[in-house]
């Protein structure tokens, strides 16, 4: 069983950092791609970055110049470094891993956490 559990939310001032971390288990890792899906109220949920199982990174033009995607394989975790945080930048933030199974292919979503930035 898949499971992807995200930590590192919470409540930070504009200009301020934090990094989001996204423990994946039940699958092999480092033979997959994953990613950082946000959500803000009213919105729909949007990519913000994305890092290929050989580690190539593509990001959400919002976001490009101040987070950091990146993986460490030896501990089936995907991290976020999110600096310069701007109030936009507020939203529930999902991690994301799309598997292609012998049977087929399906997306796998952690439970989200908070980010909330205050000006």
């Known amino acids: 069983q898949v499971q992807l559990v995200e930590f590192g939310g919470g409540l930070v001032q504009a200009g301020g950092s934090l990094r989001l971390s996204c423990a994946a288990s039940?699958?092999?890792?480092?033979?997959?791609?994953m990613g950082w899906y946000r959500q803000a109220p009213g919105k729909q949920r949007e990519l913000v970055a994305g890092?290929?199982?050989?580690?190539?990174?593509n990001y959400a033009d919002s976001v490009k110049g101040r987070f950091t995607i990146s993986r460490d394989n030896a501990k089936n975790t995907v991290y976020l470094q999110m600096n310069s945080l701007k109030p936009e930048d507020t939203a529930v933030y999902y991690c994301?891993?799309?598997?292609?199974?012998?049977?087929?292919?399906?997306?796998?979503w952690g439970q989200g956490t908070q980010v909330t930035v205050s000006s």
């Open positions: 039940g699958m092999i890792f480092s033979a997959n791609a």
């Open positions: 890092i290929t199982k050989s580690s190539s990174t």
């Open positions: 994301y891993a799309p598997i292609q199974w012998a049977w087929g292919p399906k997306d796998y």
